[in-house]
């Protein structure tokens, strides 16, 4: 079974730095994308960086120009460099990737990792 795994999140002081990892593991053909989302206690979950399998990224205005998305195609691993932190950026972030799974089927299956807690404070 294909599984996502995120590391690295924490608590931070505002104007602080951290970086997520995402680890997407199993059988796999290849990733076509993979994207960080966050969810803030109360809200709906908001899709904060993507980034593609030829490195095409895409940001929120949210988190454009203090957040970088990065990956390690030999590691099948995304990050999510986050620095200048805000306490509007505390929420669980939770990493997803499009993934396919075999050869001959092209369309990706989404698979979404449990989450880890980010709390910035003021």
């Known amino acids: 079974q294909v599984q996502v795994t995120e590391f690295g999140g924490g608590l931070v002081q505002a104007g602080g730095s951290l970086r997520l990892s995402c680890e997407v593991s199993?059988?796999?053909?290849?990733?076509?994308?993979m994207d960080w989302y966050r969810q803030a206690p109360g809200k709906s979950r908001e899709l904060v960086a993507s980034i593609t399998n030829d490195g095409s990224t895409n940001y929120s205005d949210s988190v454009k120009g203090r957040f970088t998305i990065s990956k390690d195609n030999a590691k099948n691993t995304a990050y999510l460099q986050m620095n200048s932190l805000k306490p509007e950026d505390t929420a669980v972030y939770y990493c997803?990737?499009?993934?396919?799974?075999?050869?001959?089927?092209?369309?990706?299956?989404?698979?979404w990792g449990q989450g880890t807690h980010v709390t910035v404070s003021s």
């Open positions: 997803h990737a499009d993934v396919q799974l075999i050869r001959s089927v092209v369309r990706g299956t989404d698979y």
């Open positions: 199993g059988r796999l053909f290849s990733i076509h994308a």
